[in-house]
């Protein structure tokens, strides 16, 4: 469980008439084991603040720190192509982002695969996979390395919407169990709220237009009638901040 | 892994000179790619001039200045011109044919019995090297002018073949089925679907095939022609004039290539301008 | 109605045409001798061809060396200069990839070396370094060299940018990115680099030894052709091409099939397919 706390952040691609603002004065504070949805239309700077997040991007301005009782946090990625290594085994996979190779580590790695309903594909090459069976890979993989924090940029955009739902469902279970604190981007509004317990709203122009708390029992569905008011909420707000306005 | 606090900077990019900026920088990578571009002339016409003499003796390596001297001196004797219009005419005719051989093939490949037949043709056709058509032409017809032709023939049709059949394969049949739907008669559908897609895939395949052509050409004079480039490269390996042989191939190698980089593909931009945006 | 269909079928078209090929070279001889009788030295027939080819394979031969022989000579040249190819081609294609400056230094020496006839270096390498090894060699690797280059450039700018920033994001050290990462998405592209090297090192060693050898595949066709034996220059051509189709398929596949296991079947096919169509365009560019 880490605790993130993110300060006047702001980014900018290129220059002059070229410039696009992906992130304008947005500052965050929270931690513990909660599930952070991170929801807007494409290009309202959702995918950079997480880049930014997981080091992959620095920001033009701001700070960002992610820390575990006080020392930088260790992080887990799961991106929304599985990137996966075409050419090692699956094993072979989560291995390339262990410290080290031992016995240990090993047992470690497959026991994520086992609760991924992957035991038995730790030999196969990612090619062999179907896309839903790749996808759960790369999310053993972020589980694997036991982090504080996962970041997740659209982990089931890629998939069918079955295989997606068995798969939400597999991770949120595996949030409970594993309690760690879990930012995840989508632009699924009902996936937002059957996951989180908090909905981060983006508007166009990289703005944090709205922080909505969830607080509904898990396990949720869709067709309950307070899930479904809860995303009737969300967007409402959209429809309040504009972005559902075309372009 | 981790990831730590990240102080940034707080001074941004001065936003008054952002666009002059970028400019500049573009200017800059332009005249940095020229100048190791010239670099890379001056560097290695420099070495080509520097070697002829000191690591080899210049009767064996003569260097540009030398060959360009030579050039001078072949063109007074007024060889230049002829040999050149004998070995073009023969390009001329040989791809002139291996096109209309290598378009029909590629046609009748339409058919699944045609398809089958021609298939190992073309794989001859393209792994086949061409010193082998030139040697065997050569022995069979001496030094008549259908040697060099059949050769051509032999070596270029597959890769034209091969475009062709592969427009084929590819022709945009939802366009076709649209077209149909609309009540489009079929002239007018070959006119303006059929063709325009099929003649990129031709041109790609008349470029490939004159690299060749003119490669087996050159090959094939000099084994059995009394005239034209590869005979007077024969000529002057036989004479052991270094000096003279490189002159002849490389005065014959530029106007190759300007007519294959150069012409053809002015030709083809004209042609297929809106393909521009896929190329881009 | 099956028999039928096979009939019009690409199988039956493909058993034909050896068939028909053969029809068509004993007409055309008999025709041929018939107006001209003295053609019969010139025209070899199918029965001729086969003949020598089976003396040749059963090792009984008039030329100096034996078929084995001559081949394992031409393959000894052939492997040197491909991995000299390799090598140079490697470091340059590497840095053109990484650097704009080396690139605009060395690439339009490339595409100059790429159009040059092999005929020019066969030619030029047997005046400058006289009847033997180094001039073959130098053919091969002047050939081969800017196919390497090509490739291995390519391969460096098809990076998988995507696997990097993974590897950056979950913090995995350095050299273990380079090995598990860069070398492997680099070796498809080395494979195709010496799938290159080899076909078009092939053709140009041929005509490197037809001008400048004491020996090897080039040197005995141009024996028989200087001997006046038509059916020896077609018999020792067909063995050339069973030879590079030998290996192009026997060797290159079984090689490729191993190291790239993890493409899968399907696709896999896919890849190489556009693969050999793509290798068929830029082989035959060489001519």
């Known amino acids: 469980m880490a605790d993130i706390l993110v300060q006047n952040l702001h980014k900018e691609f290129g220059a002059g008439a070229d410039k696009v603002v992906a992130l304008d004065d947005v500052s965050l504070d929270f931690g513990g084991h909660v599930f952070v949805s991170v929801v807007g239309a494409s290009g309202c700077g959702k995918s950079t603040l997480l880049n930014i997040l997981s080091g992959i991007e620095t920001p033009t301005n701001g700070t960002v720190s992610i820390t575990q009782d006080g020392r930088p946090a260790r992080a887990g990625y799961v991106f929304q192509a599985a990137r996966l290594l075409p050419w090692r085994t699956v094993l072979d996979n989560l291995l390339f982002v262990q410290d080290d190779r031992s016995a240990q580590t090993r047992e470690r790695c497959q026991r994520y695969l086992e609760m991924v309903q992957l035991g038995d594909k730790a030999k196969k090459f990612p090619g062999e996979l179907s896309g839903g069976m790749q996808q759960r890979v790369g999310i053993a993989r972020a589980f694997s390395t036991e982090p504080d924090v996962l970041f997740m940029d659209e982990p089931f955009s890629h998939l069918d919407a079955i295989t997606a739902r068995v798969l939400r469902a597999e991770l949120h279970a595996m949030w409970q169990a594993t309690g760690k604190t879990v930012v995840f981007v989508t632009h699924d509004v009902g996936e937002a709220v059957e996951l989180s317990n908090r909905i981060l709203v983006f508007a166009k122009g990289g703005r944090l237009a709205e922080d909505v708390p969830v607080d509904l029992p898990f396990p949720r569905d869709v067709s309950d009638s307070d899930v479904a008011l809860a995303k009737a909420d969300v967007f409402r707000t959209f429809e309040r901040i504009g972005a559902l306005n075309p372009a | ?280 | 109605m099956r028999a039928r269909r096979f009939l019009t079928g690409p199988l039956s078209g493909r058993l034909a045409f050896p068939l028909v090929c053969l029809a068509v070279w004993l007409l055309t001889v008999e025709l041929v001798t018939a107006v001209w009788p003295f053609a019969v030295d010139v025209l070899p027939t199918p029965l001729q061809v086969g003949e020598f080819m089976w003396n040749e394979l059963t090792g009984e031969t008039l030329a100096p060396h034996n078929v084995y022989e001559t081949f394992w000579i031409s393959l000894q040249r052939l492997g040197i200069g491909m991995l000299i190819a390799m090598v140079i081609g490697s470091v340059i294609g590497l840095g053109m990839g990484l650097s704009t400056s080396v690139n605009a230094f060395f690439n339009d020496w490339v595409v100059a070396i790429l159009a040059m006839p092999n005929l020019a270096w066969a030619l030029f390498c047997s005046l400058a370094f006289g009847f033997g090894d180094i001039g073959p060699i130098v053919t091969v690797v002047l050939t081969a060299v800017p196919y390497v280059i090509i490739n291995v450039r390519e391969g460096v700018r098809n990076t998988p940018s995507e696997l990097y920033d993974m590897a950056d994001a979950f913090g995995v050290p350095r050299e273990r990115t380079i090995r598990h990462v860069l070398i492997p998405s680099l070796m498809p592209f080395l494979f195709a680099a010496g799938r290159y090297a080899f076909a078009l090192g092939w053709k140009g060693l041929v005509v490197a030894e037809v001008f400048g050898g004491q020996d090897g595949a080039g040197w005995t066709i141009k024996f028989w052709y200087d001997a006046h034996r038509a059916y020896g220059v077609v018999g020792y051509a067909l063995l050339f091409v069973i030879f590079a189709l030998i290996f192009e398929k026997l060797l290159f596949d079984k090689l490729s099939d191993r190291f790239f296991r993890w493409r899968p079947a399907t696709s896999g096919e896919v890849v190489e397919e556009q693969f050999t169509a793509a290798d068929t365009v830029e082989e035959s560019r060489r001519g």
């Open chain 2, 1 to 280: 892994m981790t990831t730590a606090v990240a102080p940034v900077s707080t001074d941004g990019p001065r936003r008054v000179s952002e666009e002059e900026l970028a400019r500049r920088a573009r200017r800059r990578q332009r005249f940095k790619t020229w100048f190791w571009r010239l670099a890379g002339y001056a560097f290695f016409l420099g070495l080509w001039e520097f070697a002829s003499g000191r690591f080899m003796p210049e009767t064996l390596l003569p260097g540009p200045s030398a060959v360009f001297a030579t050039f001078g001196d072949l063109w007074a004797t007024g060889k230049v011109p002829d040999a050149f219009a004998t070995t073009l005419t023969r390009i001329a005719i040989g791809f002139a044919l291996a096109f209309v051989v290598g378009v029909l093939v590629g046609m009748l490949m339409q058919n699944r019995f045609l398809a089958g037949f021609f298939r190992d043709a073309v794989t001859i056709g393209v792994t086949t090297p061409g010193l082998i058509w030139a040697l065997i032409t050569a022995i069979i017809f001496g030094n008549r002018e259908a040697g060099p032709l059949i050769a051509i023939v032999l070596t270029t049709f597959a890769i034209i073949t091969v475009n062709v059949s592969e427009g084929i394969k590819t022709l945009p049949t939802d366009l076709i089925d649209m077209a149909r739907s609309f009540g489009v008669g079929v002239l007018k559908r070959n006119r303006h679907i059929v063709i325009p897609h099929l003649a990129p895939f031709v041109f790609t395949g008349v470029r490939f095939g004159f690299s060749m052509a003119w490669k087996v050409t050159v090959l094939t004079e000099v084994f059995s022609s009394s005239s034209g480039i590869g005979f007077e490269m024969r000529t002057a390996t036989q004479l052991f004039r270094l000096p003279e042989f490189l002159t002849w191939i490389l005065a014959f190698y530029v106007l190759a290539l300007f007519l294959e980089k150069v012409v053809l593909e002015v030709i083809e931009r004209r042609f297929f301008a809106w393909r521009k945006t896929i190329r881009s």
